[in-house]
């Protein structure tokens, strides 16, 4: 099993910026397709970010590319994502997810095998 614990979130105004933190318990995540996801009020919980085992490999949702980047620190057991200039738009609650298979940069919430409890990120215009 794995335990993810999210945290970083919070109210920040349009344009600026917010550095997200996963940190993984119960196995080491080096092995592990990790992600973040985000769900609006009454929307899908929907991919923004997912990266590879090991780092080699990144997949962003078109709205969030040149501002966003997803890390990691496999030495840590932590992931990052972090925002910049951020929109009303990006407000979400935002859920770190572990993919076992660990090559792969799955898009459906489907794929990934262990899920956090979310921390809140609200943008004000």
């Known amino acids: 099993q794995v335990q993810l614990v999210e945290s970083g979130g919070g109210l920040v105004q349009a344009g600026g910026s917010l550095k997200l933190s996963c940190a993984a318990s119960?196995?080491?995540?080096?092995?592990?397709?990790m992600a973040w996801f985000r769900q609006a009020p009454g929307k899908e919980r929907d991919l923004v970010a997912a990266i590879t085992s090991s780092g080699g490999s990144s997949r962003y949702t078109d709205s969030v590319k040149g501002r966003f980047t997803i890390s990691r620190d496999n030495a840590k057991n932590t992931v990052y994502l972090q925002m910049n200039s951020l929109k009303p738009g990006d407000t979400a609650v935002y859920y770190c997810?572990?993919?076992?298979?660990?090559?792969?940069?799955?898009?459906?919430?489907?794929?990934?095998?262990?899920w956090g409890q979310g921390t809140q990120v609200t943008v004000s215009s």
């Open positions: 119960g196995r080491t995540i080096s092995r592990y397709t």
């Open positions: 997810a572990a993919d076992a298979s660990g090559w792969r940069t799955g898009q459906t919430t489907r794929e990934y095998d262990y």
